[in-house]
């Protein structure tokens, strides 16, 4: 979905959910057959915006996958279907009930070939999928949708899964002095007889899931801007201009970043940003993204960071989600995780590498609070409810570290090289993990199995408990590495490279590892009595970490360490409070760090 954007509360028990199910005690999904191919759905709709109703159409093509086909099941909730109609205009027999429209064929139909049909239908207020809202004192009365996962059906009839993509037309009329947006490229703007009503017609010409189908109607002021000929628009409500000027600014910028980053040009005709009342952060749609109103605010650092992510975790979408899509709901994280860990990678671009470090922090920190208070589970994941079910702290910020991880065992150049050729090979299609697993192979040589058969497709993650020893005689220092991990439900011992940084006098010296037993033992050489040893060094792993270091140590690391490495040893001195040198420590770090995540953390720890 990418409706939320990743801050979640959380607040469940070991393996438990908060309303005490079990996650692994919910039903096993799969993804589901079909009979036929969607090719095209062709939706005109007429509002009456006033009395939250709409009368519609939805002509369909599409053609058989079996050799016999005779009747056609689409999803339809909350619509009143009047009439079905086949390409002659004859009256076709349909059944309707329980969230489906089966239609009946008067004959069977062969593989292949090309059926139309047409499904008019009417609506009033879903209240899911369409949204009617205000007026109000924030807003104008508006209409909005948010398709995602399975919620188109209450706008238009359609098969609501998203291993199957279409192009769309959408011909929307609504009273003059509104403002019309959907996918794709807009074809027409005509106004209606005497005057009273204004018809759009969008068109998307490239294929996408029926979730990434969006509407927008109101009396928006669209602001414009561009990116080498590619219409930018921004879509806000009058009186919002200054601050939306703001912060959209960046989205030419952004949008240049991810072409070069990913070496695929953007894929579709046009990109929108518009302001929805339904959205708590973003939700992407396939040339366009509704995002929340809080975006719209006075400037705060604070915010117009957090924004700033957001906005660049929608745009991500457009490559990962919409040009590729996941075939079913289990591999959520071939969306999400790739746009999550795009934001950290354009943060880290455009802000400098310490905020990269605390961004993809704090994604490390939101993934290990859901793990040790609510559940564990394998990313990849069959057991739902319903897909929003897996939309959590697995799915978002625990993938984007395992890509983080990824990259720095393949390599910079071996790993974009692999998002470059997952996304020409696999562009306009669905896909699975299995298809990532084996374009990995493919570009980069190596077997990866081993890798994401621990982080993808079994729970939990490493907790690793450091201790060493500095041995004078040897010139080294003996350090013990033990994996604690709960292994219940198939937690593995880890199989991973580790860097360890030595810090002496005479500098820094880097020791590469490799984990693969409950209890090791490594020596490495050490010229003298280290200053600061780091277990992870570079911030590569998904962990948790138990060191115990003496005072000097945690000091010095505070006051020569990377941000990761002081937000640390800030926590850790916090459980020395009692020592004067820890007490001056934490109060020049509360005033003079550099960074102020670090300032923020040493003062609230001393309040």
Known sequence: MTAVIWLLAISFGNGLAEDGIDVWKRPVQSEPSRNFDALHYRVTLEFDLEGKRFEGSNLVRLVPLVEELREIVLHAEKLAISRVLDSRGDELQFQEGNGVLKIILPESRGLDEEIEIEIRYSGEDPAKGLYFDGPNDTHPLIVTTDSWPDEARYWYPCYDHPHDKITTEMIITAPTGNKVLSNGRLVSRKPGPGGSTETWHWHQERPISTYLTMLAVGPYVRMEDSFKGLPLNYWVFEGDEENASRIFKDTPKMMEY???????????????????????????????????????????????????????????????????????????????????????????????KDVGDWVLQQKVEQYLEEARNEYTRPIVFKRYESPGDNFDAHTYPKGAVILHQLRWILGDQVFFKVLNRFLHRHAFRVVDTHDFMTLVKDVSGRNMDWYFEQH???????????????????????????????????????????????????????????????????????????????????????????????????????????????????????????????NSALRSAGMKDPFPAVREAAKTVLD
């Open 258 to 352: 991810f072409i070069d980053l990913y070496g695929y040009d953007y894929p579709w005709a046009k990109y929108d940003q518009v302001i929805s009342p339904r959205q708590g952060g973003g939700a992407e749609a396939t040339s366009a993204t509704l995002l929340g109103m809080k975006v719209i605010h006075d400037p705060e650092p604070g915010l117009d960071l957090n924004w700033e992510r957001i906005i660049a975790h929608e745009l991500a979408h457009q490559w990962w989600g919409d040009l590729i899509t996941l075939r079913s709901w289990e591999h959520t994280w071939m969306n999400e995780s790739f746009a999550t860990y795009s934001d950290y990678l354009y943060l880290n671009h455009a802000r400098g």
């Open 456 to 582: 993808l497709f079994k729970p939990g993650h490493p907790i690793f408990e450091v201790e060493y020893e500095w041995n004078e005689g040897a010139k080294a220092i003996e350090m013990t590495v033990s994996q604690v991990q709960d292994f219940e439900r198939g937690v593995p011992v880890y199989t991973l490279p580790v860097q360890v940084g030595i810090t002496t006098s005479q500098g820094k010296e880097v020791h590469m590892l490799q984990v693969d037993e409950s209890r090791e033992v490594f020596t490495l050489a050490a010229a003298e009595q280290p200053k600061l040893v780091r277990f992870d060094e570079g911030n590569h792993l998904l962990k948790e970490l138990v060191f115990q270091k003496a005072v000097g140590e945690l000091i010095y690391q505070l006051e020569n360490d990377d941000v990761p490495g002081r937000m640390w040893a800030v926590e850790q001195l916090g459980k020395h409070l009692d020592n004067p040198k820890v």
